[in-house]
Every structure is written in structure tokens, then in C-alpha cells.
């Protein structure tokens, strides 16, 4: 969909003008208009503001709505899967993604707040780090494994992911 126009009067002229959708120095003095989702994109906003987003490139498929895993890959910040099944906290949560992304894409990583990518939650219960960027319903207490909070079901359709410290099971 076109973003919205409207009318300004420019040196005296009414003219028609097109509201910025993204922000950045192109869009100093422009109106505001919301995107597709009817929200403000966050490009909008000042830094520190908004939701706290980390872009990095997919070390591996990462379906939508996947607890993810910041990392080092040879020397480069990479996403991939966070996993309980990973030692010490190898894998642990740093956050999660809203959209799939194939492996070699750029993942927006959301490092907490609602992961509205998610379904057949119970809304109340707790949720913690379970295998491939899944949620699971308990926590995974093998031992070499790591056990991690991820958050708590808000709605079927929700989780609040606020990740835990990772445990490293003995």
C-alpha cells in the first residue's frame, strides 16, 4: 500500500505531499504515517527507544517466532537457534525473531518483549528454553544440558520473552 498524502502549503502553494513510512534524514519535517501493521516504524524513533532490535546474519534457518542465540562466528556476530540441549549455555536465549529467516539472511532479533510469533501457549504459564529455538513447557534439567527461563504466555499467541541466566546442569 502507497503511503498516505496530504496537502501542505509550500511557499505559499498547496501541494501534495507523501508522509515518511520509514524515518532517517530523508524524512526530517515530514508527517508521520503508520506501516502495514497499522504500527510506527521503529527507524522513528531515538535510539534507546522502542524495542531493543539486533541485526545479525542467520548461521542457520531460523523459523518465525524461534528463541535465538547471539554468537561469535569466526570473529562476526551470527543468530542461530538457541538450544537447552547445548552445554553451559552455548545456546542460550539472547532474544527472538518475529519472521523466518533462511540461513545466510539478516535476522532481526528482538532481545525481549512480546514474541507474538508463537502459538498453542497456555496463557499464565512459564516457559523455558527447550531444543532448536523451541519454548518448552518445563525446563530441561538433563545433565550437560542448559536450563534457561524464556518467559511467560500472555495469550495462546504470545510469549513474553524476559530471559533467564542460563544454568549449566552438572
Do not use: C
Request: glycine fraction near 14%; proline fraction near 5%.
Amino acid at each position: 500500500m502507497a503511503a498516505p498524502k496530504f496537502l501542505q502549503a509550500i511557499a505559499g502553494v498547496v501541494t501534495s505531499v507523501t508522509a515518511a513510512v520509514l524515518g532517517g534524514a530523508g524524512s526530517a519535517n515530514q508527517l508521520v504515517a503508520t506501516n502495514a501493521s497499522g504500527l510506527i516504524d521503529p527507524s522513528f524513533l531515538p535510539a534507546g527507544q522502542g524495542a531493543d532490535i539486533v541485526t545479525a546474519p542467520a548461521s542457520e534457518a531460523l523459523s518465525a517466532g524461534a528463541l535465538v542465540n547471539l554468537w561469535s562466528n569466526a570473529g562476526a556476530l551470527a543468530a542461530r537457534n538457541a538450544d537447552s540441549s547445548s552445554a553451559s549455555g552455548g545456546k542460550k536465549i539472547s532474544g527472538f525473531v518475529l519472521a523466518a529467516v533462511a540461513q545466510g539472511g539478516t535476522a532481526s532479533v528482538y532481545r525481549s518483549g512480546p514474541n507474538t510469533a508463537v502459538t498453542g501457549l497456555t496463557p499464565g504459564s512459564d516457559y523455558w528454553l527447550g531444543a532448536a529455538g523451541a519454548a518448552a513447557s518445563s525446563p530441561d534439567t538433563a545433565s550437560g544440558h542448559t536450563t534457561q527461563y524464556a518467559g511467560t504466555a500472555t495469550a495462546a499467541g504470545v510469549l513474553d520473552v524476559q530471559p533467564g541466566a542460563p544454568i549449566g546442569n552438572a
